[in-house]
């Protein structure tokens, strides 16, 4: 999975635990603590797509972490991330 797919999905997770939260406020019971926790591991499903493929594809090493504009450039080695190693090695 590259990054650009990695930070669509892991934002896509936090929109739906966001989702699953706000309905465990209409429910009342034992399926609310369920909800609960099945938004904490949606949550830590993200977090954890972030952290294992949130990466630079030139020099692999991890993208800053957040809810910021996408990043154009690798902070690490300057790298173009709209562009892939082999689309720089055919130009």
Not at 13 to 28: M, Q, R
């Amino acid at each position: 999975m590259n990054y650009k797919k990695a930070g669509e999905l892991s934002s896509w997770l936090f929109v739906l635990a966001a989702v699953i939260i706000g309905g465990t406020f209409f429910i009342k019971g034992w399926t609310q603590s369920i909800l609960f926790f099945v938004a904490i591991g949606v949550i830590i499903a993200a977090i954890v797509v972030r952290i294992v493929f949130w990466r630079c594809p030139h020099c692999k090493k991890r993208l800053k972490l957040g809810f910021r504009q996408e990043p154009t450039k690798c902070p690490n080695c300057g790298g173009d991330l709209l562009k892939t190693k082999n689309e720089e090695m055919e130009e």
